[in-house]
C-alpha cells in the first residue's frame, strides 16, 4: 500500500521560506514520478510542481516559476519542495503525490496522494 507522508508546513511571513518533504513508502519509488498540488480554502486544487522519477527533470506551475524548487533524493524515498519568497498566496493545504507519467499537470495522472500539510503565509 502506498503512503506518502508530508511533512515541514507551518507558519512563515511574507518574503520568508520553508522546505515541504514527503516521505515515501509502498512504491518503487526510484522509478516514480513526484509532484507537488496544493489547495487553498474555496479554491480547486493545483498543481505546484513535478520531477521526473531520475530527479533530472522539473517542471512548475507559472505561479511558483523562480520562487519554489522540487527536488528528490531517491535513497531516502524523499522528495522536497523548497519554497522561497513566500507570498500570502501561497497559503494552502499542500500535497504530494505519485504519478503515473511525466510531465503531468493533471490530478488524474497522480494515483496515490499524501494528507497534506497546511502552509501559511502572512503579509
Same mark, same amino acid.
Given at each position: 500500500?502506498?503512503?506518502? *507522508?508530508?511533512?515541514?508546513?507551518?507558519?512563515?511571513?511574507?518574503?520568508? $521560506?520553508?522546505?515541504? $518533504? !514527503?516521505?515515501?513508502?509502498?512504491?518503487?519509488?526510484?522509478?516514480? $514520478?513526484?509532484?507537488?498540488?496544493?489547495?487553498?480554502?474555496?479554491?480547486?486544487?493545483?498543481?505546484?510542481?513535478? *520531477?521526473?522519477?531520475?530527479?533530472? $527533470?522539473?517542471?512548475?506551475?507559472?505561479?511558483?516559476?523562480?520562487?519554489?524548487?522540487?527536488?528528490?533524493?531517491?535513497?531516502?524515498?524523499?522528495?522536497?519542495?523548497?519554497?522561497?519568497?513566500?507570498?500570502?498566496?501561497?497559503?494552502?493545504?499542500?500535497? !504530494?503525490?505519485?504519478?503515473?507519467?511525466?510531465?503531468?499537470?493533471?490530478?488524474?495522472?497522480?494515483?496515490?496522494?499524501?494528507?497534506?500539510?497546511? *502552509?501559511?503565509?502572512?503579509?
Amino acid at each position: 500500500q502506498v503512503q506518502l *507522508v508530508e511533512s515541514g508546513g507551518g507558519l512563515a511571513q511574507a518574503g520568508g $521560506s520553508l522546505r515541504l $518533504s !514527503c516521505a515515501a513508502s509502498g512504491l518503487t519509488f526510484s522509478s516514480t $514520478s513526484m509532484g507537488w498540488f496544493r489547495q487553498a480554502p474555496g479554491k480547486e486544487r493545483e498543481f505546484v510542481a513535478a *520531477v521526473s522519477w531520475t530527479g533530472r $527533470s522539473t517542471y512548475y506551475s507559472d505561479s511558483v516559476k523562480g520562487r519554489f524548487t522540487i527536488s528528490r533524493d531517491n535513497a531516502k524515498n524523499t522528495v522536497y519542495l523548497q519554497m522561497n519568497s513566500l507570498k500570502p498566496e501561497d497559503t494552502a493545504v499542500y500535497y !504530494c503525490a505519485a504519478s503515473r507519467s511525466y510531465p503531468s499537470t493533471r490530478l488524474s495522472d497522480f494515483h496515490s496522494w499524501g494528507q497534506g500539510t497546511q *502552509v501559511t503565509v502572512s503579509s
